[in-house]
């Protein structure tokens, strides 16, 4: 057993997709989270790295779990989860502005860029954000295209509807239902 790396894998219901999705997220150094992937099951043990021990009940993972559950549950708005993501500089410079972005609230590529002190920076920026090891606690399904159209989304495009709609979002027509998820603890 990796004594630093350890996982749980947590499934999520969400009405109006055809299956289930799973996250994936790990603790490394024993207290931090260093990934949390949005995919199929299969997908997410794909992802397990390797060395990593199924190991739900090792800090944070639990708080992971409860810290999810109240945000598809519409009682959070704000992670307080410990984290350490892997990437460059630029890429932890657009993901600290990612994190800044309010709940319920969107943000263009071109806005991030202007945001990190990088205006030319879109393409980068985009780059980074499709990078994003700990997606939703890191919320990268907040940038939208200057159009204001949903583009890509490692999750795919439904979950980023799914994500936007429940905080809010205008990501549907006027009058839809919004989803319902439930995270089972």
Known sequence: MSADLAYDLIEIHATGTAAPFAVLATA?????VGLLLFGSATAARAAVPAG??????LPPLPSVRQQLAEYFAGRRREFTLPLAPHGTAFERGVWEALVAIPYGETRSYAEVAEAIGRPTACRAVGRANGSNPIAVVIPCHRVIGSDGSLTGYGGGLELKRLLLDL???????????APQLALPL
């Not at 490394?28 to 931090?32: R, V, Y």
């Not at 905080?167 to 239902?177: D, L, Y």
């Open 28 to 32: 490394a150094g024993g207290s931090l």
């Open 52 to 57: 990593a021990v199924c190991r739900p009940d």
């Open 167 to 177: 905080e809010g979002g205008k990501s549907t027509a006027p009058g839809a239902p």
